[in-house]
């Protein structure tokens, strides 16, 4: 039977993130989905998912102090399972990270995360709740997802990409807001697929069916 895993470094709650893998896993016939920190559950599974909250140096941090995860998670990716980013999760994919201080990412998608600074100073930072998509790409786990479908942020920093290839959807908050990356067996969303709805099990659900 297929696995999914959720990487569980104390980066957050997961468990509404793990309920809605699993009722999508059920709907789809993509088999099991298990939240973990074992290297070997990662190493074993068929696609990875990792999550993030909180600030880009912290989780960098704290995934770096789980012996032997990160690494599971580049085999992984190296071998071309299908990986999945969300939030911190997906940030840390840049080079670099620009919040409180300097931190080096995983450099699978070039680029940075800095500080969202909208061009209309009313708009508060962080980025906080519904807003609609722009999708800039096609990608098959964006099937069925159309521009103005609405996706729940809460976040102060974004990812610029240094290659817009990479761009493959943006919100608008003054300015552009990167919301999902991607190359190859990798993805990345800015937002919260399991607080976003309609949207978020869509896009889970052609997450667990992708085969890049």
Known sequence: MPLTVLVDYDSGNLHSAEKAFQRMAAETGAGDVRVTSDPDLVAKADRIVLPGDGAFPACRKALGNYGGLFDAISQGVTAGKPFLGICVGMQMLATWGREYEDTAGFGWIGGEVV???????????????????????????????ATGDHAYFVHSYHFKVADPAHLLAHADYAGPITAIVGRDNIIGTQFHPEKSQTLGLRLIANFLGWRP
Do not use: E, F, S
């Open 115 to 145: 500080r969202i600074t909208p061009a209309d100073p009313a708009l508060k930072v962080p980025h906080m709740g519904w807003n609609d998509l722009v999708i800039d790409r096609p990608h098959p786990v964006l099937a069925g997802i």
